[in-house]
Structures are given as C-alpha cells and as structure tokens.
Nanobody
C-alpha cells in the first residue's frame, strides 16, 4: 500500500517560488498517476496539477498554467511541484495523491491514496 509524504511548504513572499516534494513508499507508485491538490481555508479542495505514471503527460488547472510545473522521478519514488510567481491566492494546504488511472485526473474522487499535506503561505 502506498504512503505519501509531502514536504517543501513554507512561508514565501509574493512573487517567490517553492518546490514541493511528495515521497511515496511502495512500488505501486511507479504505475500510478499522481496529482497535486490544494485546499484553502473555507474553500473546497481543488485540483492543481497531474502527471501520468510515465511522466510524459501532464495536466494543469488554468489558474496555475505557465507558473507551476509537475514532474516525477520514478527511480526515487518522488513527485515534485515547482511553483513560481506565487501570489496570496496560492495560500493553501497542498496535498499529493495517487490514482491508478489517467482519465479524469482532475477529479479528487478518482484518487486512491492521499498524503497529509504541506502548508504553503504566500505573504503579500
């Protein structure tokens, strides 16, 4: 069974960058598509980005296109989210998740495993 642990969150000024990491325990991770989601206080969880198990296919929420990049290193069982040009609207708890299908990758209901999340706070 996969276990996911996020790291890399913190406090950053508007315009700055952060790189989140999600370490997975379990060989099944290598055949799972991975996604990043976020949830701000008082708001619903929303999709941020997804990457196929090969790393070839990616998908982004419109709000982060051109600023965020998702990638993975299957040899290290790790998925990354590089976040640039951050603004206060990006403040949230960011969680990674694993799903065994690529279709509907933006739907949180399709994910089988979730990490605990890491807090990202952007100060203006």
């Amino acid at each position: 069974q996969a276990q996911l642990v996020e790291s890399g969150g913190g406090l950053v000024q508007a315009g700055g960058s952060l790189r989140l990491s999600c370490a997975a325990a379990g060989r099944m991770f290598r055949t799972y598509a991975m996604g990043w989601f976020r949830q701000a206080p008082g708001k619903e969880r929303e999709f941020v980005a997804g990457v196929s198990w090969t790393g070839i296919n990616t998908h982004y929420a419109d709000s982060v296109k051109g600023r965020f990049t998702i990638s993975r290193d299957n040899a290290k069982n790790t998925v990354f989210l590089q976040m640039n040009s951050l603004n206060s609207e990006n403040t949230a708890v960011y969680s990674c998740a694993a799903t065994n299908g690529w279709a509907d990758v933006s739907n949180p209901g399709k994910y089988d495993y979730w990490g605990q999340g890491t807090q990202v706070t952007v100060s203006s």
